[in-house]
């Protein structure tokens, strides 16, 4: 994934060896030692998935600059009553995509209710949704079916922390 591939050039950039690596990750050494040989110094950039509080507890400071979006939830009753509720069943916070899987989830379950399992109809029905407050927020949909009104941050890491990215960053 690239996401191992920033840990892998990350590692190279802070001094690991080509063995070193290639015993912790079994990547063919020939494909490390290109890495390392590039050396090329750009930003690392990564999908929203990795704002992940178990990605800076394994990599530490090898994330140090990362810049990536994420969905911003925000808070809600409801997302705060799911983020309890996770907890409390989980014993972890929920992962970067845990909120939009359910109230995905959720809206597809009531458009099938709705149209009684009429697939076109359920589609014709999620056109329709205003104001649906779920974990994520408020969702409504536009005549294609797009999601408007959501909000992305673009994030980097700085000392280990995910913060909000600007150029003076």
Partial sequence: TSERQ???YEA????????ELYE???IHRYFIKQMKELGINLPILAGEGFKDQTILDNVKDLAEG???TAFVDPKT??????NALYKEKHATDPGPFATTF???TELALSALIES????E????WLYTVKDWKGATGTTNFDANGDVVGKSYTIYTVKNSQFVPFSPEN
């Fill in 6 to 8: 920033f840990i892998m």
């Fill in 77 to 82: 009753p409801e997302g705060e009553k799911f």
């Fill in 116 to 119: 009684k399992g009429d697939v």
């Fill in 66 to 68: 990362v810049i990536f």
């Fill in 102 to 104: 359910y109230d995905n």
């Fill in 121 to 124: 109809k359920a589609k014709a």
């Fill in 24 to 26: 912790k990750t079994r």
């Fill in 12 to 19: 190279l950039r802070k001094g690991m060896s080509v063995e």
